[in-house]
């Protein structure tokens, strides 16, 4: 998960609080199904329903 390897997004334009920033990395992807690793820096910013189904595990932070 070194920095250098992750996609960079930069601050989001729809940033309801802070400047959160995100990076992501695809890791295994086949089919309908993807599985990679995500960042984003302090901040919040709507999340919009989508088709796909989504699970996460915090490594560091608060998720609430």
Known sequence: ????YME????RKDA???SPSATCRTLYEV??????V???TPGSFPVK???TTECLH???????
């Open 16 to 18: 309801i609080h802070g």
């Open 31 to 36: 089919g309908p199904t993807e599985v990679g």
């Open 8 to 11: 960079k997004f930069g601050v």
């Open 1 to 4: 998960f070194a920095p250098q």
């Open 58 to 64: 915090v490594l560091e932070g608060v998720f609430f």
């Open 49 to 51: 329903n989508r088709p």
């Open 38 to 40: 995500w960042t984003c």
